[in-house]
C-alpha cells in the first residue's frame, strides 16, 4: 500500500507520509482516519510532553522537599497535623509546577500545533458527526 504525501496537520508547511491513526468506533463499525504529521511536528509533540513532566516532577518535588527541610530545621515545631501540613504543601507546590510545566510544553510546541489539535482535522470532525466516537489514537 501505498501512501500519498499529505500536507501536515499540525504545521501546515511540510508533506509528510507520516500519520497520527485515529481509530474510531461507532456501535459494531470501525473506521480509521489518519492526520498527516510531519517528523519534525512529532518529535516536538514528544518532546514537549517530556518537558512538562520534567518540570513538573523537577519543580513539585524540589520544592516540596526544600518546604520540607526549612520546617524540619526552624526551630518551633509547626502546628497542626503532619499529614494534613505535608498535603497542603504539596498543593503549594503542584499548582506552579503545572503552570510552569505547560508553559515549558508551548514553549516546545513553536511553529507546530499540539498533539490534541488532531480532534481539529476535517475527516475526523465528519466522522464525530456522524456519530463515531474515539476508541485510542495511536502514532
Ligand atoms: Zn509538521
Redesign the pocket.
Known sequence: MTKTDLT?W??Q??Q?KDGYTVELVNHNQRAQVVVP??S??KNKHTISIKRFFLVFYGIACSGFLAHVAVLFFRESAPVGSGVLLGYGMALIWIIPALILGILAMLSSLKG?KPQRYLLQYPALQARLKEGYSIGKSKS
Do not use: E
Request: aromatic letters at 10%; proline letters at 0%.
Open positions: 501536515c499540525f504545521c508547511q511540510t509528510s504529521v510531519c519534525d511536528c507546530t
